[in-house]
C-alpha cells in the first residue's frame, strides 16, 4: 500500500471561487454556503432522503468560529465542537471540519476516516495535502476550495463530481 500523501498535487482539484461580502459576517456567510453545498453533494451508504447529519469541529477553525452550514431542501445538520479522541472514541460525526490542531491528532482523524462513511473538511491546509477531501481557504472578498479525489476515493461516500461547480454557482444546486 503506498503512502497516502505521496504526489497529492494529482489529486488535486481545484474548484473556482465564491465571493463573499466583506468583512467577517460576509466571510462566515460564504463558508456556511460553500459547506451546504459540499454536503448537498455527498451520498452516506444506506442514505435515507433527508437523514439529519451531524458535523463535528475539530481544533480551531481558522476562517470562522461560526460554522452553520445549511442544505437549503436537505437535511438539518447540527453542529458540535470535539476532541479528536472525542470523534474517534466514537462521537457519531457525519463529517469532520479540521480546523488548527497538533499534527499527530490531524494524522490520527485522517487515518481514523478511512474507509468510514464520513466527510473530511479543513481550512488549515489550502493545498490540500493532509488528507481532508475537501480545503477551504479564503482571501479578501472571497472563499475557495480545493478536492482532494485520493481521499475521496478511499472513502465510502460518493460525491458527485459537480461538486466542482459549487463554488461559482454560489454553494446551490
Known amino acids: 500500500m503506498g503512502s497516502s500523501f505521496a504526489a497529492p498535487q494529482l489529486a488535486i482539484q481545484s474548484a473556482s471561487q465564491t465571493i463573499v461580502e466583506g468583512g467577517a459576517d460576509g466571510t462566515t456567510r460564504g463558508v456556511n454556503r460553500v459547506l451546504g453545498g ?3 453533494y455527498a451520498k452516506w451508504p444506506g442514505e435515507r432522503p433527508g437523514a439529519a447529519r451531524t458535523m463535528c469541529i475539530v481544533g480551531d477553525p481558522r476562517l470562522t468560529d461560526r460554522i452553520a452550514p445549511a442544505v437549503a431542501g436537505g437535511p438539518a445538520i447540527s453542529v458540535r465542537r470535539m476532541t479528536a479522541a472525542g470523534v474517534t472514541g466514537g462521537g457519531n460525526c457525519d463529517i469532520i471540519f479540521l480546523g488548527q490542531m497538533p499534527v499527530a491528532d490531524r494524522q490520527r482523524l485522517i487515518a481514523w476516516v478511512r474507509g468510514r462513511p464520513v466527510l473530511t473538511i479543513t481550512d488549515d491546509d489550502p493545498n ?3 488528507g481532508a477531501m475537501f480545503c477551504l481557504s479564503g482571501r479578501t472578498g472571497s472563499v475557495s476550495f480545493s478536492v482532494n479525489l485520493d481521499a475521496i476515493g478511499r472513502g465510502t461516500l460518493r460525491v458527485d ?3 466542482l461547480k459549487i463554488g461559482s ?4 444546486r
Open 38 to 40: 459540499i454536503i448537498s
Open 128 to 130: 490540500c495535502s493532509f
Open 161 to 163: 463530481p459537480r461538486v
Open 169 to 172: 454557482d454560489g454553494g446551490g
